[in-house]
C-alpha cells in the first residue's frame, strides 16, 4: 500500500530552483533510501515534505489525504541529522514533554516499554548532554514512537557513527519496518543500509533521476547480479546530467 505520494515538489531560492518536479511514493512497511551526492537537495525535499520549509508547487498525500491537515502531519515523525533534544531534560522529561505536547494519556507504560526496546531504560534519568550521538538518536526515536506515527523521515542518521551504533540503529529500523512503519531515509552513505533497503530513490541538482528496487536499478545501470547500491549509484549518477 502506497501510505505517502509526494507530487510535483517545486522550491527556488531566490533565482535558484533546487527541487524541480519531484515526485515518487512511498510504500508502508519499506525502508525506502532517498539517495544523492551533497546539495543533490534531499534534506530540502524531507523539510518541503515535513512543511519544515514552505514549498512553492506540490502536495505531499499521506495515505490519501494532503498533508496541509494538521491532523494528518502528525502522523509522521522527523529524525534530523543532529538529534533535536534538550541537553538538561533527562531521557524521561523528553518523553513526558511529548506526552503534553500530543495530550496523550497514560503514556507512561508505554514510554517504558519503547526505552527497554532499545536498551535504554537505564539512561531513563540521566540528562541528554552525558549521553552519546547514539543514545540521543534513541532518545529522539523513543520521542517520535510515543504518539504512534505511521512513517519516519530520518535525515543522515549515520554520520558520526560509531560501528556499534550504526549496527544499533539499523536493528531500530527493522523493529519500526516489522511494525508496519514506512521508513524514508535520506543519506549518501549507502554501504551501511543496502541490506535492510526495499526501495532506493536516486537524486541529483534537485530532480529524481530513477526510482525503484534494486533489482530494478540494477537492470537501469546496465549491471547483472546482485551489486553494490554504491556501484548502482555512481553509475546511475555519473551517467546523468542532471
Known sequence: MVSMEVKDLEKSY???KVL????FNINEGEITILAGPNGAGKTTTIKCILSLLKKDKGDVLIYEKSIKDKQVR???AYIP???DIYPYLTVWEHLKFISLAYR???WQEKAMKILEM???LDKKNEISKNLSKGMKQKVSISMALLHEPKIFLIDEPFIGLDPKGIKDFKDILKILRDEGKTILISTHILSSIEEISDRLIIMKKGRILVQGTREELTSIAGFQGKMPLEDIF???TDREKA
Open 74 to 76: 502528525e502522523r509522521l
Open 20 to 23: 524541480k518536479q519531484v515526485s
Open 81 to 83: 541529522e543532529n538529534p
Open 234 to 236: 555512481l553509475k546511475i
Open 104 to 106: 496523550l494519556e497514560d
Open 118 to 120: 532499545f536498551n535504554i
Open 14 to 16: 531566490g533565482k535558484t
